[in-house]
């Protein structure tokens, strides 16, 4: 069974990093545009970053311009979210899917905490 599997995820102190990734055991998505979603507790899923299928077009919600920066590498059918300066509103669970998000389950998330 297909299922999207996100990591990378943890506790940081705001103004920290953290590098995410993201790879699907059962079928490859390097056709398709991937994103990177975040749901907070009581939310629904909030997109966060897009990127094409050649990783020559991005694109991201006002909130995380300039701090998050998404890439892919399709020889390894996984991507990856390099988050920077991290403030305490960037704290969700973070998911990758297929942009936009129709068709394919959320698979498993990973928990992004950021402290004050």
């Known amino acids: 069974q297909v299922q999207l599997v996100a990591s990378g995820g943890g506790l940081v102190q705001a103004g920290g990093s953290l590098r995410l990734s993201c790879a699907d055991s059962?079928?490859?998505?390097?056709?398709?545009?991937m994103g990177w979603f975040r749901q907070a507790p009581g939310k629904q899923h909030e997109f966060v970053a897009s990127?094409?299928?050649?990783?020559?077009?991005?694109y991201y919600t006002d909130s995380v311009k300039g701090r998050f920066t998404i890439s892919r590498d399709n020889a390894k059918n996984t991507v990856y979210l390099q988050m920077n300066s991290l403030k305490p509103e960037d704290t969700a669970v973070y998911y990758c899917?297929?942009?936009?998000?129709?068709?394919?389950?959320w698979g498993q998330g990973t928990q992004v905490t950021v402290s004050s």
């Open positions: 899917n297929k942009h936009p998000p129709v068709g394919w389950s």
């Open positions: 990127i094409n299928w050649s990783g020559s077009s991005t």
């Open positions: 059962g079928r490859t998505f390097s056709s398709y545009t």
